[in-house]
C-alpha cells in the first residue's frame, strides 16, 4: 500500500522512510512525486487541526492514505505559547534567529526552574475507508538562558535537556532522533499502521 507522506522537508522524509523500514507493505510517496499538489494552509487552532486537515486535503485529492503532522513549542509561562504559531511567532519572514531571540526576550523575567517547555509533533493518519487516527509525541524540557549550540534548527539553541544539561542543539543528530517529539509521534503512527496492517490480512 501507498502512504503519503505530506511533507516536502527532505529531511522529514528521510526521518519517516527510516521510521516504516520494517513495514514492507507500505511505499512512502511524498508530494513531489505529484503534479500540482497545493500547499494546505495551517489555520487550524490546535495541531491536531492542522495535522488533520492536511490529511483529509491530501487523501481527498490523490485518493492514497495519507499521513501529515504539526508541530511545535509550547512554553509554560506563556500560557502554551508559541503553540500552533511557533515558525510565526516573531512575524512572517522571521528567521530561526529572530524567533530565539524573541522568545528568550519574552522569557527574561523567568527565572530558572519555572522555564519549563516541550516539543509537541502530532500525527495524523486518513486512510481512504474514513478511519482517521491523530498520536501526539512529546519531549520535555526547559527554555535555556541563552541559545547553544550549531545543530538541529528552529529553536534546538534553546530547548534545553535537563537530564543533560544540554540544549537540542549541542547533541548529535543521531541522538536527537532517538528522543525527538516527532520521533515519538513517528513510532507511534507506525505501531498503528502495522496494527491496521495485521488486522486486514487476518
Request: net charge negative.
Amino acid at each position: 500500500m501507498k502512504l503519503l507522506a505530506a511533507t516536502r522537508n527532505r529531511g522529514k522524509q528521510r526521518e519517516i522512510r527510516e521510521k516504516f523500514s520494517s513495514l514492507r507493505e507500505i511505499e512512502i510517496v511524498t508530494p513531489d512525486d505529484f503534479d500540482g499538489l497545493p500547499d494546505v494552509v495551517e489555520d487550524g487552532a490546535t495541531f491536531e487541526e492542522n495535522a488533520l486537515k492536511k490529511a483529509r486535503e491530501l487523501a481527498r485529492l490523490t485518493g492514497l492514505p495519507a499521513m501529515a503532522d504539526d508541530s511545535g513549542l509550547e512554553v509554560d509561562a506563556l500560557d502554551g505559547e508559541p503553540g500552533v504559531f511557533s515558525a510565526r511567532y516573531a512575524g512572517e519572514g522571521a528567521s530561526d534567529f529572530d524567533r530565539n531571540v524573541f522568545l528568550l526576550e519574552k522569557m527574561k523575567n523567568i527565572p530558572p526552574g519555572k522555564r519549563s517547555a516541550r516539543f509537541v509533533c502530532v500525527i495524523a493518519i486518513v486512510l481512504p475507508d474514513g478511519v482517521e487516527k491523530t498520536v501526539r509525541g512529546t519531549c520535555e524540557g526547559e527554555i535555556a538562558m541563552k541559545a547553544r549550540g550549531a545543530h538541529g534548527f528552529g529553536y534546538d539553541p534553546i530547548f534545553l535537556l535537563p537530564d543533560s544539561g544540554k540544549t537540542m542543539a549541542e547533541i548529535p543528530l543521531e541522538e536527537k532522533n532517538l528522543l525527538s517529539h516527532r520521533a515519538r509521534a513517528l513510532e507511534m503512527a507506525a505501531d498503528f499502521l502495522r496494527e491496521r496492517i495485521q488486522k486486514d490480512g487476518r
